[in-house]
């Protein structure tokens, strides 16, 4: 006898959370058992430079500097791994969110972290509260908006503007945050949202490119999107689509 089509669809979506908590699963288990390497190496690497520091040559201390680096930032790539682990398990509690007051918690928040940079922020005063939950929507928002003020920083006079349009139609409200920083490669549009792809080098800007991934999983959790679009040297716009409130 052939399954319905309920049944069928009923399997498939077991499955499917199967897989998803079976990778979830993988990805915690490797970053934690990862780190007790990584605290060996960082910790014999110092024992080295203490020991044995001052008969090891320049080029020799250079090598062991570049180890302890390395093995650093490894871990902050899997506190990335992680992070975006939780978020594919995290409980998703659905409330209304005031855009207004996480957007200038988020700028307050990066005021401190940024004390010398100048920027120039216009934020409208007619911020809609959305249906979202609020950890998810402050995530989202922190990231993009983290992202505007690290690309704005080689611009004369950094500008961000965020701006919002509700859709009553749809049930929408759609967020845009707006900057006249670096930009980006539009050919390179295609790697914007997946974790650790970068569009600049380290060089250029600091991070490990999670930021956008991040903001992506959480708002596919609360069953909203985000996209973008840049050029080089003129900007980039993220917009993030919520349900209205």
Not at 122 to 142: F, H, M, T, Y
Not at 166 to 184: E, P, S
Not at 237 to 242: D, G, I, P, R, Y
Request: charged residues 15%; hydrophobic residues 45%; contains cysteine.
């Amino acid at each position: 006898m052939s399954q319905t089509p309920e049944l069928r669809i009923a399997e498939l979506e077991a499955e499917l959370a199967a897989q998803r908590s079976e990778m979830q699963d993988f990805t915690y288990t490797v970053s934690h058992d990862l780190r007790a390497s990584l605290r060996h190496i960082i910790s014999y690497a110092h024992l080295v430079q203490e020991d044995a520091g001052p008969q090891l040559s320049d080029e020799v201390q250079g090598f062991l500097n570049t180890i302890t680096d390395s093995a650093k930032h490894m871990g902050v790539l899997m506190d990335g791994l992680m992070e975006l682990s939780r978020l594919g398990t995290v409980a998703v509690n659905f409330g209304v969110v005031s855009l207004h007051d996480v957007v200038h918690a988020a700028r307050a928040a990066l005021s401190e972290r940024h004390p010398g940079r100048v920027v120039h922020w216009q934020i409208a005063a007619n911020l809609p509260a959305v249906r979202g939950d609020a950890a998810l929507v402050a995530l989202s928002v922190r990231h993009v908006l983290d992202n505007a003020v690290k690309f704005t920083a080689h611009a004369g006079a950094a500008v961000i503007v965020v701006t919002a349009q509700v859709d009553a139609a749809h049930g929408l409200a759609r967020v845009t945050i707006a900057d006249n920083g670096a930009g980006y490669n539009p050919a390179m549009q295609d790697k914007l949202f997946h974790q650790f792809q970068r569009l600049h080098t380290v060089k250029q800007f600091p991070g490990i490119g999670m930021g956008l991934a991040l903001t992506r999983k959480a708002m596919q959790r609360m069953g909203g999107s985000v996209s973008a679009h840049g050029q080089v040297d003129q900007g980039c716009t993220v917009q993030l689509v919520f349900g209205v409130a």
